[in-house]
C-alpha cells in the first residue's frame, strides 16, 4: 500500500508539473507587466529605513538646523548626489540650489541672508541636479516663496577679446573641468560664457560675455586675492581679455511671497 502510494505521489507531480509549464505560456510574457516571478519565500529583503518628510519632495531628504559646526564646508558625493554644507550662509544656500550667481537674485522679502545653517540633502535619485532641486523645493516651502525672472537694464562689465591679441588655441583637453580658487580660476574645454560668470561670482556687477568666440580652450588665471579689482583686470590682459564697463539686459531671478504669512524657522 505504502509502494502505490508513492506512486501515485510521483505520477501527481509530474501531472502538475506538466499543467505548470503549459500556462507559463512564451518565454517573452515573462517581461510582460505584472508577470515578475514572486519573490521566494526564503529570501531575506532589507527594509528601507523611513525617511522623513517623503510625501513633499518624492522621498529626498534635506535636513536644514542652525550652524553648530566650525568654519563653512562644503562635501559632495557625485555617485550619490549625497551633499553636504555647513556653516553656509542663507544667501549662498539660494546661490546653490538655483544655481544663480547672488547679483542676479533679487529678494522681495525680508529674509536674514546672513543666517547660517548646517544642511545634508540625501537625494531619492542619484543626482546633484535633483539635489539642487530638492533644497530649492525645501526653501521655498519653509519659507513660503515662489520665483520669476525678470529682465533689467543695469550696469554690467563686457568680457572682451582686446584689440590684436593672439587667438587662443582650441583646448587639448578630454573632458570638460573649471575650478575656482582664492585667486586662481582654472578651466578646462571652457568658454568666454564660462569665464564670464566666473567672473560675476567676484566682481560687483554681472559680467557679459561679448567674446564672440564659441569654440572651447584652456585657460589658466592667476592673481593676487589681495589686490582687488585691479589685480584682476590685469591677469585678464595676459591671455588677451578686458571687462569693459557698460549696460546691458540682465535676467533676475526674484524671490517673493507666494501666500500671506510670516517666515518660519528652517528646522527638519
Known sequence: MTS????????????????????????????????????PV?????????????????????????AAS??????????????VLQSTDLKSLFRYAYDVSTKKMDFAVPIDLSQRFDVVIEP?????VHAKN??????????????????????????????GADELPPSTSPH????????????RRVTGRDLAHFLTLI?????????????????????????????????LAQPGFELVPGEDSVVYLVFRRAAPGGTPPLSE
Open 4 to 39: 502505490v502510494n508513492a506512486k501515485t505521489k510521483i505520477l501527481l507531480a509530474v501531472i502538475l508539473a506538466t499543467v505548470a509549464a503549459c500556462d507559463a505560456g512564451p518565454d517573452d510574457a515573462k517581461d510582460a507587466p505584472g508577470a515578475a516571478a514572486p519573490t
Open 42 to 66: 526564503s529570501a531575506e529583503i532589507a527594509p528601507r529605513p523611513p525617511l522623513p518628510e517623503p510625501a513633499p519632495n518624492g522621498g529626498d531628504r534635506v535636513v536644514i538646523s542652525p
Open 70 to 83: 566650525g568654519g563653512p564646508r562644503f562635501e559632495l558625493d557625485p555617485k550619490s548626489g549625497r551633499t
Open 124 to 128: 531619492a535619485r542619484p543626482s546633484v
Open 134 to 163: 530638492a533644497l530649492r523645493q525645501r526653501l521655498e516651502a519653509d519659507y513660503n516663496l515662489e520665483t520669476v525672472r525678470e529682465t533689467r537694464v543695469v550696469p554690467v562689465f563686457f568680457l572682451e577679446r582686446i584689440e
Open 176 to 187: 570638460r573641468q573649471i575650478r575656482n580658487l582664492d585667486g586662481r580660476f582654472e578651466g
Open 203 to 235: 566682481s560687483y556687477k554681472p559680467v557679459v560675455d561679448r567674446t564672440g568666440s564659441r569654440d572651447p580652450y584652456d585657460l589658466v588665471l592667476t592673481w593676487d586675492a589681495r589686490g582687488g579689482t585691479k589685480a584682476v583686470h590685469e591677469a
